[in-house]
């Protein structure tokens, strides 16, 4: 299965990607994480990338659009993987055709904005594995660490308020116009998020199984 995840920052597309991961045994690809480290690192694209993801912009078309042509190139991802954050404008989905790749499914999750801001500011991601967690909603066992790896839990620098602003001001200019670009292709779904994880998730398993329309 090779599958999209659509949806502003904090719709619960990385949570949710990573019980798709789980359930179908293909594996999660975040631009998003793949940037982060690449920051951390501080390679040349970290380097050059970090200012956009400090300001809650977005990273250049052909910077993204090099990450996931060397990526979907990797053998892991022969029997199908799961994009989430990517793509995130409409030249990045043309060109991820002309890279020859075939989409089965495209799914959109649905948050109102005051539920995002709510969401975003519970966040928390373990700076080891970046699994991510809410204070709230989706709490590690023990608090301020993973339940995954043990790492130590942080606040990521893009979830400030004004930045969270920004980057659901984006997403509505330039990732938005992708819902109208994947209906018209027949395979999107749209999955209304839930407070709670589980009922997300049920509804995400549920648009996986069902046509898609
Ligand atoms: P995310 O973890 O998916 O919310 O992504 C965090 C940040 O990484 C975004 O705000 C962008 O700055 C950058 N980013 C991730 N994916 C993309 C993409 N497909 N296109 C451009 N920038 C991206």
Do not use: W
Request: with cysteine.
């Amino acid at each position: 299965m090779r599958l999209i995840l659509l949806g502003a920052p904090g719709a619960g597309k990385g949570t949710q990607a990573d019980n798709i991961c789980r359930r179908f045994s293909i594996p999660a690809i975040s631009t998003g994480n793949i940037i982060r480290e690449a920051v951390a690192g501080s390679t040349p694209m970290g380097l050059a990338a970090k200012s956009y993801l400090d300001e809650g912009k977005l990273v250049p078309d052909h910077v993204v659009i090099g990450i996931i042509r060397d990526r979907l190139a990797q053998s892991d991802c022969e029997k199908g993987f799961i994009l989430d954050g990517f793509p995130r404008t409409v030249p990045q989905a043309e060109a991820l055709e002309e890279m020859g790749v075939t989409i089965d499914r495209v799914i959109a999750f649905h948050v109102e904005d005051e539920a995002i801001i709510r969401r975003l500011s519970g966040r928390r991601v373990c700076s080891d594995c970046a699994a991510t967690y809410h204070l709230e909603y989706n709490p590690s066992k023990l608090e301020g660490y993973c339940d995954r790896c043990g790492g130590e839990l942080v606040i990521r620098k893009d979830d400030d308020p004004a930045v969270v602003t920004r980057r659901l001001a984006v997403y509505q200019e330039q990732t938005a116009p992708l819902l109208g670009y994947y209906s018209e292709k027949g395979i999107l779904r749209t999955v209304v998020g839930q407070e709670k994880v589980e009922d997300t998730t049920a509804l995400t398993m549920a648009a996986l199984e069902t046509e898609t329309v």
